[in-house]
């Protein structure tokens, strides 16, 4: 596997008060204590689902792996609240399911049906299909955009977009191949290739490149059939992002994901040194149990 294929095995995803990262193999979220200090759980990635058959399954893949990243970020949020409390939280089973089904329930019909709903009832005086899947589109960015805008006010979410900002700065800082150290970290940008805001926006290009040669479809069928292509609109979306990150260095490929990049100003905050160095922790453990990184240099406390 080449470097720039490497590279592409890290990401992460900001929590409360801690990051969380995930490599090949492994992942870890370190999370800033009350009293200070910070606190580093790690886990393995289940293998069958990262480096097994279905990894290399174009299209199949992202699928698999959206499901089990929604799942690896819903248990590292359960995580820093055990931390910021003191406290278990009881987050398991029946519980975890349903609370997952009911996320997944109200942004598919939020950011899903209601653009689909609102877009089928202009379709009959618009002209095109075209023109109706590009108001569709509009009215998904919008909502998207409007609710991201409005949760970022929040002074909580204020601090968890920063801490997406550590994030960010850190795998920069790592695909760059510099040290892991605050000073150097610091001066990369809070903007990713392979962002989730990207992965958001990306889905709302596909699903109007998707739609739109179809003709005119009944209101009914309209909105029903963005539920049940989701799957393949999140396969196709996932296959982009990756294609755009393999290719992002290239002048033409930065014009087209320059959208992305913008949209993360929503999600990211400029960090504070201490946002970087719990960042920084996360990476390093999960470098130190993929063998890249000594165990030594990763000296904060595990639980």
Known sequence: ?????????YGGQAVIEGVMMRGAHTMAVALRHPEGHIVVEREPLNEAIYNGPISRIPFLR???????????????LMMSADVATGEEVSFSGPVSWGTMALGLGLGVGLFMMLPSFVAGLLAPYLPTEW?????????R?????????????????????????????TIHAYEAGVNLAVEDVRRFSTAHTRCGT???????VITILLFAPFGQMPLVWRVSSRVLLLPVIAGIAYEALKLMARWDEHPWMRVLIA???????????????????VAIAALKAVLASEGKLPETENGHENT
């Open 1 to 9: 596997m080449s470097h720039s294929e490497q590279r592409l095995n």
């Open 62 to 76: 992202g699928l698999v792996m959206l499901w089990d990243a929604l799942g690896l970020g819903t248990k590292a």
């Open 131 to 139: 023109l109706v899947s590009l108001i569709e589109g509009f009215v």
């Open 141 to 169: 960015l919008v909502l998207i955009v409007g609710y991201i805008g409005s949760v970022g006010q929040m002074p909580d979410m204020k601090r968890v977009f920063a801490y997406h900002g550590a994030e960010h700065k």
């Open 198 to 204: 990207a992965f958001l926006l990306t889905l709302v």
């Open 259 to 277: 959208p992305n990049l913008a949209l993360q100003r929503l999600t990211t905050r400029e960090p504070d040194d201490g946002m970087l160095e």
